[in-house]
């Protein structure tokens, strides 16, 4: 069945959007607490010089992302500062202006899933895809999309019924965001649009009781 158009919206410079990635057939994409801190790794390395991350969260057989992709002055320039022997053909055809900058940044995406994959299947002696394709990413609308999402992002294992204390989950960005620990995060514009902190704790406990009492669409 074909996926719907808004849920694999084009990517353009400078916007916001739901990223999801789900296993084929249900199938567990992390056995261990190793293969979730190989998979941030690895999206760190592909992923942070090309978007900007407000929240994640990671589950058993899908993970949630809101991101913001970069300008393209700021990619051109990070491209510019990769040895040539170290670029993709796409990457070299963007700086070049002769690929769009949706088959960019799709690309980094695919080349970070198809990474884990490898390793992972190598791992566990499999073959075949582990990912859904093509993964989706969803624009966000407005502000209130922006507010909501990051609540249901970090609230998806109490939506999931893996724990209802889901700010203690360790495999999201929730803990990361409010804590004074180095981050690559953008924690600070994160807190900022909740007014701070304090609300950003309030803003989530409240709007998590919606989530546990409701039936929200999504994964």
């Known amino acids: 069945m074909p996926v719907p158009s808004r849920l694999i919206a084009s990517f353009e410079e400078e916007s916001f959007y739901h990223i999801i990635c789900k296993s084929v057939a249900e199938r567990v994409l ?4 190793e293969n979730k801190r190989y998979f941030l790794s690895g999206y760190a390395k592909l992923l942070y010089n090309f978007i900007d991350t407000y929240a994640y969260c990671i589950m058993n057989n899908h993970v949630h992302w809101l991101i913001r992709t970069k300008s393209v002055p700021a990619l051109i320039s990070f491209l510019n500062n990769v040895p040539v022997r170290d670029l993709t053909i796409t990457q070299k055809r963007f700086i070049a202006g002769s690929c769009t900058y949706h088959e ?59 724990m209802r204390d889901f700010y203690k989950y360790k495999w999201s960005s929730y803990q990361s965001l409010i804590s004074d620990q180095p981050t690559k995060m ?13 609300r950003f704790i309030e803003t989530h406990h409240g709007m998590s009781e919606w989530y546990y009492s409701h039936e929200s669409a999504g994964e």
């Open 104 to 162: 960019l940044i799709e690309q980094q995406f695919n080349r970070f899933f198809i990474s884990y994959s490898l390793a992972y299947n190598k791992e566990n002696n499999m073959k075949g895809h582990l990912f859904n394709r093509p993964f989706k990413r969803i624009a966000i609308a407005d502000e209130i999309h922006f507010t909501t999402l990051i609540v249901y992002i970090h609230a998806n294992p109490l939506k999931h019924g893996l």
């Open 30 to 33: 992390f056995k261990t607490e």
């Open 186 to 198: 953008m924690r600070e514009e994160t807190l900022e649009w909740f007014g701070g902190k304090k």
